[in-house]
């Protein structure tokens, strides 16, 4: 298996542009989750899905922020306007009923 | 609510000395614990787990063992290498939630 897939795996963009980050998860997993890493907050889950469906979305920053799942192998998290501080690095992680979780290599975004 | 508490890094060691990370959790009922690790420009990797009370979880010669008593799942080499280098996430999984990591601890080993 390829594992997570993430793309692009960076992204540079300017402020108040719109920036969509995507997903391919472990095929036959049932759980997605998207999370944020910064030097200063550390790991924030930010939203996760269950069979495709959003379970907990409590960790979206704001409504600039935004995550679909279409389907069972792809999702996207959304971010629009960007802006600086939205700087990271976003990880997707898929599991299958709940067990350990296997991350992407990520997506480093810098809002310039 | 549940929660994981690590010792704060960086822990900086020389090779083959003997490494332990401290790691704490609070949570109702009997968690799945984890550890995880990050290198250097890449996601995290499952280094190892315990899924009930007294299992070690065993993994490229790390080891930690999972102590309802203390409610502690202590990470421990008896002798790291420079490739060890990286940060080290504790995390439990319980029930009804995603998992919960802590903070992170940067372990760095110089020759």
């Known amino acids: 298996d390829a594992g997570v897939i993430q793309s692009p795996r960076h992204e540079v963009t300017e402020m108040g542009q719109e920036v969509t980050l995507r997903c391919k998860p472990i095929?036959?997993?049932?759980?997605l989750f998207w999370y944020r890493q910064t030097m200063m907050r550390g790991l924030e889950l930010l939203i996760y899905f269950n069979n495709n469906v959003p379970i907990d979305d409590s960790g979206m920053p704001e409504d600039r922020f935004s995550a679909k799942m279409p389907n069972a192998s792809f999702s996207t998290l959304k971010i629009q306007p960007s802006e600086p501080r939205d700087s990271a690095v976003y990880f997707c992680?898929?599991?299958?009923?709940?067990?350990?979780?296997?991350f992407g290599p990520g997506t480093r975004l810098t809002v310039t | 609510g549940n929660s994981v508490t690590q010792m704060e890094g960086p822990v900086t060691l020389s090779e083959e000395a003997f490494l332990t990370i401290n790691c704490t959790y609070t949570?109702?009922?009997?968690?799945?614990l984890f550890w995880y690790v990050q290198y250097p420009g890449e996601g995290l990797q499952l280094l190892l787990k315990a899924t009930k009370a007294d299992d070690k979880g065993s993994n490229k010669g790390f080891e930690a063992t999972y102590r309802k008593e203390t409610t502690s799942f202590h990470l421990e080499k008896g002798s790291v290498q420079v490739s060890d280098s990286a940060v080290y996430f504790c995390a439990l999984n319980q029930a009804g939630t995603a998992l919960i990591f802590g903070k992170g601890t940067t372990l760095s080993v110089s020759s």
């Open positions: 992680a898929s599991s299958f009923a709940r067990d350990e979780q296997y």
């Open positions: 949570a109702t009922g009997y968690p799945s």
């Open positions: 095929s036959g997993h049932d759980y």
